[in-house]
C-alpha cells in the first residue's frame, strides 16, 4: 500500500495517496499502522490541512509499534519532519533511529535513540537496541549493560531481552556462575524459550551439572532456529561427556559406556541429529 502511495504523491496527486492511506486497515497487527498514520499526516500537512495532519500524528505515536520498522527513503522524511514538528514524540525519533542504523549510519541512530529513551524511559526496546549499538559501536560495555538493565527494568517479561542481556554478560565475562543464578531467577522466561533453555543448559555443563544440563534438554521439543545449528546437540554430547569422565574417576567403566553410547544416538526431541555421513 505505502509503495502505491508514494507512487502517487511523487506525481502530485495527493488527494489519491491520502484516499488510499484512510482506507488502511489500522487494525492490523503487522505493524503498518504507525507508518500509515506518519505518512497520513505528513501528506495532509503538506496540504495544508494541518489539524488533521496533527491528529493522525497523534494517532501514529499512539499505535503499537510492535513490527514497524520503516525503509523507505520517503519515510526518512516523513520521520524527520514529524521530529521536528512534535519535539514531544518519543517514537519517531526511535523509528528513525532504526532505519539510519540499517544503513550503517551509527552515530544518528544512536543520538536519535538516546533521544527516544529520554522522551520514554519506559520503552525497553530503544533501550535495548541502544544496548546493542553502545557495545557493537561505541565498544562501551559498561554502558551497554546498564542500557540492557533499563531494558528489562521497562520490561521484565521479555525473554528475548534476558536472552540477549546474558549474551552480553557472556562477552563481558560475568562469571557462570552468576549467569547461571540469572537465568534461574527468571526459570518461566527460561522455559519458555528454546535459546534461553540452552543457554541454561550450557551453565549447568559449565559449573558441573551435567545431570540437570541433560534433564533441561530433554524436558522440551526443540525447534531448529537460524544462528542456533548444533547447540542443542553440542550440549547434550558433552552432558554425556561430562558424565562419562565422572563414572571413569568412579571405576565405573560399564556406566561411562553407557553415556558415550548414549551421546551417539540423541533424541528426536532436539531437534536435530548428527549428519548421515
Not at 527516544?116 to 562501551?140: K, S
Not at 521497562?154 to 547461571?180: C, F, M, N, V
Amino acid at each position: 500500500l505505502l509503495d502505491l502511495v508514494w507512487d502517487y504523491a511523487y506525481c502530485g496527486q495527493y488527494e489519491t495517496a491520502v484516499a488510499l492511506l484512510e482506507s488502511a486497515d489500522l487494525s492490523a497487527r503487522d505493524g503498518s499502522a504507525p507508518l500509515v498514520l506518519y505518512t497520513l499526516g505528513y501528506l495532509l500537512h503538506r496540504m495544508g490541512r494541518g489539524e488533521q495532519g496533527d491528529q493522525a500524528w497523534q494517532a501514529a505515536a499512539a499505535s503499537p509499534p510492535d513490527y514497524c520498522f520503516p525503509h523507505r527513503l520517503a519515510e526518512m522524511l516523513v520521520l524527520q519532519a514529524v521530529i521536528d514538528a512534535v519535539p514531544q514524540d518519543a517514537l519517531a525519533p526511535y523509528y528513525l533511529g532504526n532505519l539510519l542504523y540499517d544503513r550503517r549510519r551509527y552515530e544518528e541512530a544512536i543520538e536519535l535513540w538516546e533521544r527516544a529513551a529520554m522522551l520514554d524511559p519506559a520503552f525497553p526496546t530503544v533501550h535495548r537496541n541502544l544496548g546493542i549499538a553502545l557495545f557493537n559501536v561505541h565498544h562501551e560495555a559498561a554502558a551497554a549493560m546498564a542500557a540492557f538493565d533499563r531494558a528489562q527494568a521497562a520490561d521484565p517479561q521479555d525473554g528475548r531481552i534476558l536472552y540477549e542481556r546474558d549474551q552480553l554478560w557472556k562477552r563481558t565475562g560475568i562469571s557462570p556462575e552468576r549467569r547461571l543464578a540469572e537465568l534461574l531467577r527468571h526459570s518461566a522466561l527460561v522455559a519458555a524459550r528454546d535459546d534461553l533453555s540452552v543457554e541454561l543448559a550450557t551453565l549447568y555443563n559449565q559449573t558441573g551439572q551435567p545431570e540437570r544440563a541433560l534433564a533441561v534438554l530433554l524436558a522440551r521439543n526443540f525447534q531448529p532456529w537460524e544462528g542456533g545449528e548444533g547447540l542443542v546437540l553440542g550440549q547434550f554430547v558433552r552432558a554425556h561427556l561430562l558424565l562419562a569422565r565422572r563414572s571413569i574417576a568412579r571405576g565405573n567403566t560399564a556406566e561411562a559406556i553407557v553415556h558415550l553410547k548414549a551421546a551417539l544416538y540423541p533424541p528426536t526431541s532436539l531437534g536435530e541429529a548428527r549428519h548421515l555421513l
